[in-house]
Structure formats: C-alpha cells, structure tokens
Nanobody, 117 residues
C-alpha cells in the first residue's frame, strides 16, 4: 500500500498563489501517476492535474495557464503550483497515486484551499 501526505493548503486572496505538496511512501511502483483532484461543497470530485513518472501531464481546462504540476521522482513527491487563484478554486484538494494495479490506487487526506474575493 502507498501512503500520501499532503501539505500547503490555506487561505489566500483572489489573484494570489499557493503551492501544494504530496509525499508518497510505502510500496511505490517505479512507474506511476500522481496527481491532484479537488472537491468543492456540493460538487463531485474532479481531476485538476496529473503527472506520470515519464513526464506526461494533464490539466483540467479550468486551470490551464494558472496551475503547474511537477514532481521529484527521487523523493516520490508531487507539487501543484497554483497562481492567479480564483474564488471558484476553493475546494478540498486531494493527492492521488495510481499504477498498473487499480487496487493500489491511494488518496491523501485532503487539504483545504480557500480563495477569498
């Protein structure tokens, strides 16, 4: 099993920036995808950005040009740099790990991001 620990959430004004971090530990497969999802009150959880160990990235249209995902494979850590934050970015952000086996998919505990207008 893989354990994920997130950090970096908080309260920021619109237009501000935050950086989220997620460190993975445990039985990590050398080829995997780590990413960030978010869930706002009353809404379904949605994918924000994902990154494969090989470097392939995917972004939600709503964050393209504002958010950047990166990772340090040696540290098994993924980051999400969020710039020009908007009130609609307010949500609980979750880190996710996945590899060749869907049963090994793991989620972090979530970190709150609140953007005030």
């Amino acid at each position: 099993q893989v354990q994920l620990v997130e950090s970096g959430g908080g309260l920021v004004q619109a237009g501000g920036s935050l950086r989220l971090s997620c460190a993975a530990s445990g039985n990590i497969f050398h080829t995997n995808t780590m990413g960030w999802y978010r869930q706002a009150p009353g809404k379904q959880r949605e994918s924000v950005a994902t990154m494969h160990t090989g470097g392939t990235t995917n972004y939600a249209d709503s964050v393209k040009g504002r958010f950047t995902i990166s990772r340090d494979n040696a540290k098994n850590t993924v980051y999400l740099q969020m710039n020009n934050l908007k009130p609609e970015d307010t949500a609980v952000y979750y880190c996710r790990y996945s590899d060749y086996d869907p049963r090994r998919t793991s989620w972090g505990q979530g970190t709150q991001v609140t953007v005030s207008s």
